[in-house]
């Protein structure tokens, strides 16, 4: 009996340790071998290596390819060891070099990971990681920072000594620069006294790599970044290096940011600005938006928030506006956009349409068609438009007054009269004939329009018989039709409309275009159509109905039909725009091959091409 009870007391201390998971554990360790410390994958700690010594690690929690990131002032080695089947492999790492190895773990097994100088007597701290990439990356070290910039005596200092280093170390260097584009990051630094070249290290969220060994003191990065990966953050660091003597580590984060893309410009609601819009961008904290009129020294800067995709910016002068834009975080830029430019022009636009009369002049009914029809095309651009009918002096100066009063210099200010006109010689030369029997001189309309604007635009369109008064009083037979026609320009006109030359935009010294359907001593030609109950169906004068075809609208076609919207029969370079001098050549065509039987010779003055008409 007593036989029977030893043997079971020794069956179940047998079973006892088979079934207790430490006693297997610490059966299966090698002998004499006990962890200092236990980690599940995805963490890090901080191991105090002594000289001639091991440090041993329990890894718990890893599954499929595990990296193991250490660094120390000295070369590492490491023996992986699996509890369960004993396999081992043994990693090795060099001396001033990130030791990073990999090895593949399988689920639910521990592993001894014993850590070890690699020439068996260096001592000092070590700090460890240990997990997938995925685990690792984007994690701050703030044991890696601190030592990031130190030079050999500082680590020994903190007991963490390779005997094998030189007493002397080199300078730190200083990073004079970082820049990034979407395919590449450059570098430049300070060269320091003594080196022969420089070792740079990137880490892109999985530890330090050593990515170049260069002599000069700049370095380019080939790591593209695109909108998945915009916002992510990588380091550099940069240290001098001369045979075995290595400084410490100049570093340097930048937040890596794709360009925004395209930037677009559009006219902005507002008199004098422009909307500004591009694609957002990952890890924005901010956009740069720049812009300058063509031409100037620099840049002006507005700063808008990182939700933003779009900016409304001031337009500067009357040329060309330039803008391109940045995405910004912490101070880093990403590469810009290519610069885009805009010529805007805002409109405010009086229309005249005179057709009844009181006294000994005709009524024009087909003159109404003009005011309506070219309000329709104007209105495809701006909201400011002032309607007049059947006007006397003094209605249309003070329409003139309330539209373009406080225009800005890049809007163009239209004023057209369709309507009876004076053909005498003089100061009645191209007069406006009102319906009251009161009439508009070119001095009047000019002062009035000088008096309550400062545009650099001013456009002046006539449909009225002897109009070309405006341009050459003296002309009887349509010679002011060319567009130098400068010096026959009414000379009233001329010294009244120059604007001050420092701002005058295309325009070299003047800023106005005008444009009359007749010369001075002309009758211009307006036609109407009645239906079988005597109604007017439509009308115009010849030049107002060329005008709207030539810019995309076609109220009064020769049969008397409303068209609507077509091409803009006038653009001749093809570009969706029509400039006065566009409008001119079309029109003195159209005219000149019109119904009436002595046409009209179309007068047009203006430097250059004149603004867009149309647009």
């Not at 030893?6 to 430490?22: N, R, Y």
């Not at 090895?103 to 639910?108: I, L, N």
């Not at 508009?440 to 009225?464: A, M, N, R, Y």
């Not at 701002?503 to 002309?522: D, I, P």
Request: glycine fraction near 10%.
């Amino acid at each position: 009996m007593k036989k029977l009870i030893s043997l079971l007391l020794i069956l179940a201390l047998a079973m006892s340790l088979i079934l207790s998971p430490a006693a297997a554990a610490k059966q299966s360790q090698p002998a004499g071998v006990q962890p200092d410390l236990t980690l599940q994958s995805g963490e890090d700690a901080e191991c105090a290596l002594a000289a001639g010594k091991a440090f041993v690690i329990r890894l718990k929690g890893a599954k499929g390819e595990t990296v193991i990131e250490a660094e120390s002032a000295f070369a590492l080695k490491m023996e992986i060891r699996d509890e369960k089947t004993g396999d081992t492999k043994t990693l090795k790492g060099k001396k001033n070099e990130l030791f990073r190895k990999t090895f593949t773990a399988k689920g639910k097994r521990t592993y001894l990971i014993t850590v070890t100088a690699a020439n068996g007597k260096s001592a000092g701290t070590i700090h460890i990681r240990i997990g997938t990439k995925k685990e690792l990356s984007g994690r701050t070290d703030e044991a890696e920072e601190q030592r990031i910039g130190k030079t050999p005596e500082d680590l020994a200092e903190n007991g963490n000594v390779d005997p094998d280093a030189e007493s002397a170390a080199m300078d730190i260097p200083t990073i004079k620069k970082i820049t990034q584009n979407n395919t590449a990051v450059k570098l430049s630094w300070m060269a320091v006294s003594g080196a022969k070249k420089y070792e740079v290290s990137a880490n892109e969220g999985w530890g330090w790599q050593l990515i170049a060994t260069v002599t000069g003191t700049s370095y380019t990065h080939k790591t593209p970044v695109t909108r998945a990966t915009s916002g992510s953050v990588i380091k550099y660091r940069v240290r001098a290096v001369n045979g075995s003597k290595k400084g410490g580590y100049a570093t340097k984060s930048l937040n890596r940011l794709a360009s925004p893309g395209t930037v677009k410009l559009k006219k902005g609601s507002k008199e004098d600005t422009i909307t500004a819009s591009w694609s957002a961008v990952t890890g924005a904290e901010q956009y740069y938006v720049y812009y300058r009129a063509a031409g100037q020294s620099s840049f002006s800067l507005k700063k808008v928030s990182g939700s933003a995709t779009k900016a409304t910016i001031p337009a500067k002068g009357t040329k060309k506006n330039e803008v391109y834009v940045q995405a910004v975080a912490g101070g880093d830029k990403s590469k810009a956009t290519a610069t885009k430019s805009l010529k805007p022009y805002w409109y405010r636009v009086v229309l005249i349409g005179n057709y009844e009369y009181y006294d000994m002049n005709n009524d024009l009914p087909g003159v109404k068609y003009d005011v309506s029809g070219m309000a329709t095309l104007f209105g495809k651009q701006t909201s400011v438009i002032k309607k007049v009918y059947n006007a006397s002096a003094g209605t249309i100066l003070n329409a003139v007054r309330s539209t373009f009063s406080g225009a800005s210099a890049n809007t163009v200010c239209v004023f057209m009269y369709s309507g009876h006109g004076y053909t005498d010689y003089g100061y009645w030369s191209g007069a406006l004939a009102c319906s009251d029997g009161t009439s508009v001189h070119p001095s009047t309309l000019k002062d009035t329009i000088e008096s309550c604007t400062k545009s650099q635009h001013i456009v002046i369109l006539l449909g009225s018989c002897g109009s070309g008064g405006f341009i050459d009083p003296n002309d009887a037979d349509g010679k002011a039709s060319s567009k130098d026609a400068a010096k026959a320009f009414n000379s009233g006109f001329i010294s009244a409309f120059q604007g001050p030359v420092d701002n005058a935009g295309e325009f070299a010294t003047k800023r106005y275009s005008v444009l009359t359907g007749a010369a001075a001593h002309q009758v211009g030609w307006v036609f109407w159509w009645t239906n079988p109950y005597g109604q007017i169906i439509n009308g115009g004068t010849d030049v107002m109905r060329a005008l709207g075809k030539a810019g995309g609208y076609e109220y009064c076609d020769w049969s008397g039909n409303n068209m609507g919207f077509t091409q803009k029969y006038g653009d001749t370079n093809g570009d969706k725009k029509l400039s006065m001098y566009e409008a001119f050549v079309y029109a003195r065509n159209a005219v000149k091959n019109s119904m009436a039987d002595t046409p009209s010779d179309v007068q047009f003055w203006s430097t250059e091409q004149g603004p867009i008409l149309f647009q």
